[in-house]
């Protein structure tokens, strides 16, 4: 049984990649079509298709990593540290160490 896919299959999934593209607006959203790309690029390498659809596949896939990547740049940074006025029981003294003897 032939278990590869076939160009017809390929062509099929990603114009769904593409539309999902289209669709996405979350890092999430652009992650998934970014992994689905770059297995789709694998499926049809290890069925031997030719580059030009493997190529649109890795096209899709970096595509996706561009907008991931706008979508990180336009994020404010966490300020980072411990909100104001949370302490931690036991912050302030040095932490104890005990053994037991039996």
Known sequence: ???????DDATRILSTLRTEFDA???VGELDMVRR???ALQQAMKLARLSLINQNQAAILR???MG??????KEMIPH????PPGETVPGADSSPLL????R
């Open 79 to 82: 300020a980072g540290g411990r």
């Open 36 to 38: 689905k790309s770059a």
């Open 24 to 26: 996405a607006t979350t």
């Open 62 to 64: 970096l595509n996706a």
């Open 67 to 72: 907008a991931i990547g706008a979508i990180l």
């Open 98 to 101: 005990s053994f037991s003897t």
């Open 1 to 7: 049984m032939n278990d590869l896919i076939t160009l």
